[in-house]
């Protein structure tokens, strides 16, 4: 017991309390996200009877939308800080998804996805450079960890919770988890005023330019493409993955939840433990297991919907959600922090939003040729999407030399002082 007791003392992340209250609040907020996430398709395919390709489109438009609002946001960010472009995010967002309750035509779902995508261009660089700035340079791969844990437990709360109300026979049940989302980003809101805008001040004696600064960057920006890659490929297809259970599989609702609960749980109690494993250690091996693991995740899922159905099926794939979650746990140890020691902090607002602006290109095109393929050839789907993360864990394995070496291992343990 004591030696238990040891090693659970040992998983502390040590982090700051501002970062601990910031990320209680996230966890809210993702919370709320998980009862919608899985079930969006689903609403506007099965109870708005929308098209499989429209549906991915909708999807995906939060993240277009991203794409084109991020790089303001960065510029926003370095001019009036993180906390308070935070907060016009999360308000933009709480009116987009109570909006889709009001959804009966194509048309209205892109606007409600639109108005969402206002805001969830600015709510990830505004929360990760918080939680780059209140957080000392030699526990930043344990903040973007923790990011990730209780991203991932309060979206498989979410689904759960999500997962007993959802009814596609009960319209009126979708309206709820939509109005449940919509106030976690009210209640993350408050939440904010007992976070301080940033950590350390930030030296700006010197110009330090603006995104023509990163475009030049190259090791950066190979690390962007490689992360489009696997959002692409990898997690966005996350959105996608329920409607193929349910239409090809014969999975219930509630099946769908329990394989996302699997999925979660699994990452938050691997996540901490794989996180400073990784301590000392090379990043880009790490990122190649990321493709490995997604990679037979999702190539494993056309032989499960040939194969099995219903109970048996939702068990196939929850051992297939296991799998990728130990990619999960790789990529969220990596990612983050390697992009953190990569920046300028003079212009780290920018850096992330260049940053989070891979994730939404990944959300963007993900389920919109997930949606596509998925009408065309279900199996198509996942045969590309897990031959795209393989080829993209290889590249990670190529790209290391481009890297400084100073970015090349994860802070902390023996290893890094070699």
Do not use: K
């Given at each position: ?10 998983l502390?992340p040590?982090l700051?309390r501002s970062?601990?209250?910031?990320q209680f609040?996230?966890l809210?907020n993702?919370?709320?996200?998980g009862?919608v996430?899985p079930?969006l398709?689903?609403?506007?395919h099965?109870?708005?009877?929308m098209s499989p390709?429209v549906?991915g ?5 939060n993240s ?11 510029a926003?960010?370095?001019r009036?800080?993180p906390r308070?472009t ?11 998804f ?9 048309w209205?779902?892109?606007l409600?996805?639109?108005v969402a995508?206002?805001?969830?261009g600015?709510?990830?660089p505004?929360?990760?450079t918080?939680?780059a ?5 030699e ?10 844990i209780v991203?991932?437990l ?8 999500g997962g007993?109300i959802?009814?596609t026979?009960a319209p009126?049940?979708?309206t709820?988890?939509?109005l449940?989302d919509?106030s ?5 809101g408050?939440v904010?005023?007992?976070?301080p805008?940033r950590g350390?001040p930030?030296e ?9 600064t990163?475009l030049r960057?190259?090791?950066f920006?190979l690390v962007i493409a490689?992360n ?5 490929a ?6 996608i993955?329920p409607?193929y259970?349910t239409s090809?599989?014969g999975v219930?609702e509630?099946?769908?939840a329990?394989?996302f609960?699997?999925n ?6 691997a996540q901490?433990p794989v996180s ?5 250690r090379r990043?880009m ?6 493709g ?5 995740a999702?190539l494993?899922v056309?032989l499960?919907g040939?194969?099995?159905d219903?109970?048996l099926?939702a068990?196939l ?11 999960e746990?790789?990529h969220g ?6 992009v ?5 902090e003079?212009?780290?607002?920018r850096?992330m939003?260049?940053?989070?602006l891979?994730?939404?290109?990944g959300?963007a095109a993900?389920p919109a040729?997930?949606g596509?393929?998925?009408g065309?050839?279900p ?7 897990g031959?795209?993360c ?5 590249a ?8 400084p070496?100073s970015?090349?291992?994860?802070a902390?343990g ?5």
């Open positions: 017991m004591r030696r238990v007791g040891a090693y659970i003392r040992g502390n040590e700051p970062v601990q209250i910031l609040g996230g809210l993702a919370l709320g996200n009862l996430l079930f398709f689903i609403y506007l099965e109870v708005r009877d390709a549906s489109l909708i999807v995906g438009t277009a939308v991203s794409i084109i609002a991020g790089p303001a946001y960065g926003l960010i370095d009036i800080g308070r935070l907060t016009i995010a999360l308000g933009l967002m709480a009116c987009g109570a909006s889709y309750p009001l959804v009966h035509e194509p209205q779902g892109f409600a996805a639109t995508g206002l805001g969830n600015g709510f990830w505004s929360q990760s918080l939680v700035g209140l957080t000392p340079p526990r930043m791969h344990a903040a973007f960890a923790m990011q990730r991203m991932n309060g979206i498989g709360l979410g689904v759960v919770i007993l959802a009814s026979s009126g049940s979708f709820v988890l939509f449940a919509a976690t980003f009210v209640v993350f408050l904010l005023r007992l976070v805008d350390q930030r700006r004696d010197h110009p330090a330019g603006g995104f023509g990163l960057h190259r090791p920006m490689l489009v890659a696997f959002v692409t990898g997690i966005a297809q996350f959105e993955w409607g259970m090809e599989a219930s509630r099946g769908v329990i394989v609960a699997v979660t749980i699994l990452i938050v109690l901490l400073q494993w990784l301590e000392g990043r091996p790490a990122m190649l297991g990321v490995l693991t997604w990679g037979a999702w494993s056309p499960v040939a194969s099995a219903g109970v099926a068990g794939f929850c051992i297939a959600g296991m799998v990728f979650a130990v990619g746990c790789l140890a990596v990612q983050g922090p390697l953190v020691d990569l920046s300028d003079r212009l780290l607002g850096y939003a260049v940053s989070a891979s994730w939404s290109v959300f993900g040729l997930g596509f393929l998925l065309v050839s199996p198509l789907l996942w045969l590309a999407a031959s795209v393989l080829l993209a864990g290889l990670s394995v190529a790209i290391e030399p481009l890297l070496r970015v090349r291992r994860t902390g023996r290893m890094a002082e070699a």
